[in-house]
């Protein structure tokens, strides 16, 4: 420990590769004990950033943070991408409607309770309520956006599907645009009251502004696009297919850096054009760089636990912080409530959505940054009103986003729209090989004639059977293709048994044993079925277990459960 | 088609002296042993007493087949035994005397060549006049031509 000490406070500090490496790795390790205790893991990065990070150890410094600061935007941009993908056209036409009208109520309400509570508690410490309202306006404009990322992880780990989820991917997918809007107004309006920060040309300027944010962001996510499906329409490499795709949102996502514009919306936007253009096509593109991006998801919510700094924080200013989660957290549910009401949305987006609104992220950051340089040489309560503002978010960012997926976690749990959205594999991990066996399979004693088996095997459709000795212990398999061979001489029938035609089992599995490890076997060995034993230990034959049977049942199970997603959201 | 002839040499038929079931067996195991250096006689026994346990190998018609696959065989064996007088302990499917015994010892492995050996022997021996001339021969010789006789031609 001294020695740890000593190394920290002498300075030193990390490389990038080793920083990455270890964010990688103790951030997934950390995510596990969440999971243990039922926590998005999510959150469990977050605190490994915390803990290496400024506010812990310090074992990265601001100049490593700064230096990956472009891997923040690629990572941003990789999952503003896979949101957009969510967005196929048939969302908007069932849904659009509704979604457009939550979305500005959700915003502009947490705008609004925002804006009120904060200025009422700068009040009580400054007097000023011009001032006061300025800030207030401000924080409410900021906080109206919704991060996508860590709500979307939890989707992602729950593997979640339903109106709900629809509905969440939307809405925190487009927020951003509204926060643009309001951050445009707000600060031409905070700016006039707060006189000496000097005038940029008032709330049209501003408005412009947000304007041209959007649609540059917009008109180059939609360029690139087009321009990628047309190079994924000619190749069917899936590696050069991912090249393509990380190429292009690398070069679209440092454009917006460029340009200045937001860096979420343009890879959500070239993500749209992509799933609309060739959904089918898409669907492996959007799969390809889902394998791709965990490693990226965890460094990126590391690496922004690492970079939060809350320090000599006032009793007021925890005061403001704590205003702004509450008013903040109640505006979103209200205006989502109320919203889902008036458009008669489904009853799980009324009950459930505001609850998975809580993010804050990189917008909000970005925005603070923003004001911090806008509102310079400007101080409220002996205090610079950008330090104010920026500590602030940065405060609210770290609780809320250590709320936030639990509470993402809970909704989704409550409309029952967890493990709706799952594939083979997923649904492989969850079952034993118990789960999929064939307790009943046909078997034979090792005495069982010929005549018998054959009998038997014209009254099922298994492809290889098992024999049994005595004990109940397996002995070997018969399988339909060694059984061709004795149909050869008819006279065979009267006398041969399944001792004088089974062979021995080339393998067999363990019911206790993961249902992937039975179907990896399977594959492995050119095998269609495997013998089943109790266990390790024993022996005995308890079923059989059929690959054909195995896929039958995964993919009837799979459709049930989108059904079950897709009548939920009707 | 397999050739009988690759898996029956002539020093591998004998004229069995034996009267029951277990000396006649006892006499084919000798045959395939001395053949098969790598398996003891005592393994065999218990492998095909084990088979007859679960259903006896006279399959009716004068005629018993034992059988059986381990290990220690090289590869696939017959050894065929005559009795003119009859075997009438062996427990034939059709509960009469056995006469000719044909004792298959294949490897663990070779479970093709096994069962096709098996349906090509039951399949040859069908035919009543050839049992006959088998059952009627005075020396091993006889039977062995009889038995892979028309495969060479």
Redesign the interface.
Known sequence: MTMLAAIIGGGFHLDILPVIGGALLFGTLGARLFQKIRFPQVVGYIIVGLVIGRSGLGLIDTATLDALEPFNFFALGIIGFMIGGELHRDVFRKYGKQFVTILFAEGIGAFVVVSVVTTGVLLLVTGDIAASAAVGIVLGAICSATAPAATVEVLREYKTRGVLTTAVYAIVALDDGLALILYGISTSIAAMMLSSAGDNGGIAAALGVAAYKLFVAIILGVLAGVALNAILRRGRDREKALTYIIGSLALVIGLCALLKVDEILAPMALGVVIINLAPRRSYSAFGIVERFAPPIYVLFFVLAGAHVRVTGMGLWMCALAAAYVVGRSLGKMLGANLSARVTKSPAVVRKYLGLCLFSQGGVAIGLALAATKRFSGVSVAQMPVGTMIMMIIMLTTLVVELLGPPCVKLAVQKAGEVGLNVTEDDLMESYTVADMMDASAATFAESAPLATILRTISDTDAMSYSVVDNDDNLAGVISLADLKQSFSAEGLTAWLVAFDLMRPAVATIDSGAPLAEAVTRMNEQGLECLPVLAGEHDPRLVGMIELRAVSRQLSQEILRRHQLADDGST | MLALAEFLTSDRVVLLSATTKAEALEELMDVIVACNGGVDKESLAREIA??E???S?G??NKLA?P?VRMEGIGRATMAVGVSQAGIPDYES?DKQPVHIVIMIAAA?GE??T???L???V??AL?DADLREEIIQATDPATVHRILTGPQDK
């Open positions: 084990k088979r346990e679960m259903m190998t399959i009716g087949i059988h499917l663990k479970h093709e096994y069962i096709r098996l349906a090509q039951a399949e069908k």
